[in-house]
């Protein structure tokens, strides 16, 4: 994923929802797999959920 797009969890961030990282790994697959419907892209891997949980943290401190 692009750095410069906001992803579902800049959103998540947003909206101030807190999850811990066993609960943002299976959300964040579901989202993506949304995301990504029809383009045949792989469906998110540990790496790219860890990074996406650390954008999800840096995230919550913009918003609050």
Partial sequence: ???HVAGPE???ARLGIELRYDEFVP???VAM???RAGSGRAVAD???CRQ???RY???RTDFY
């Fill in 1 to 3: 994923m692009d750095a």
């Fill in 10 to 12: 800049t959103e998540l």
């Fill in 27 to 29: 959300w964040y697959r």
């Fill in 33 to 35: 797999q949304l995301e």
């Fill in 46 to 48: 540990e790496l790219e």
């Fill in 52 to 54: 996406a949980f650390e």
């Fill in 57 to 59: 943290e840096r995230g």
